[in-house]
Every structure is written in structure tokens, then in C-alpha cells.
């Protein structure tokens, strides 16, 4: 498969999960959940759906499982819009890219904080 094409679904899969979880969902229990990045295998029948959740570790459990429940529709407007002979099979997982990087925001500030109180 080239990759020029895994990459436009990619594209379209970001678009379109986030657009059904802004516009679909309305369950009261789901948080604010943001779609960050996809992760498609190269035969296109995977799909890994990278979320960040605002909230709690429960709250954003809670999401996951919602978005878990949805799957089923989310795939079936998918077919309306991807003109693909499989449509992926969707896994929701928590991004924790943001956490790591937070992590080394505040290793490097305390690093600069060390140095100040040296001098």
C-alpha cells in the first residue's frame, strides 16, 4: 500500500472521528475529549485513535468506554464517506504524549531552578 495513501485516511479518519465525537455524542457522561493522532496499519484495517480527555483518570475512562460504545456507528458513517473496500477496525486509547511532555517541562524548569540558586 503506498504510503501517500495510508496518509490522506489517516487524514480523513482524524477528521471524521472527531467530527462524529463534536457533533454525535451526547451522552452527559462523556467528557471533553480531543482526537489527537491515528495510527493506520499498512493494510488499512486498523486503526488506533489517539484521544486526549480532560478531567479525571475516572472521567477519562468513562470516555474511552463511551467512545469504545460508539464504534459501531462511527464505522457506519465511515462507510458513507471513505470509499474503502474494509473499513478499520477503531481502537480508542489515551494519548499520553501531552502528560510526557508536561513531565519534561517541569524537569527542565526545575533544572533552570537549580542552576539560578548555584550561582
Known amino acids: 500500500m503506498s504510503q501517500r495513501r495510508v496518509e490522506r485516511v489517516k487524514a480523513l479518519l482524524h477528521r471524521e472521528v472527531a467530527q ?41 475512562e468513562r470516555s474511552l468506554q463511551i467512545l469504545g460504545m460508539c464504534v459501531p456507528s462511527i464505522r457506519r458513517d465511515l462507510k458513507k464517506v471513505l470509499k474503502l473496500r474494509w473499513i478499520p477496525t477503531l481502537i480508542f486509547e489515551t494519548d499520553i504524549s501531552f502528560d510526557h511532555a508536561d513531565r519534561i517541562q517541569i524537569l527542565l524548569n526545575n533544572l533552570d531552578n537549580n542552576e539560578e540558586t548555584i550561582d
Open 20 to 60: 462524529f465525537i463534536e457533533r454525535r455524542i451526547k451522552n452527559p457522561e462523556m467528557g471533553f475529549a480531543t482526537v489527537t493522532g491515528v495510527s493506520l496499519s499498512s493494510d488499512l484495517k486498523h486503526a488506533k485513535i489517539l484521544v486526549v480527555c480532560r478531567g479525571s483518570a475516572e472521567e477519562c
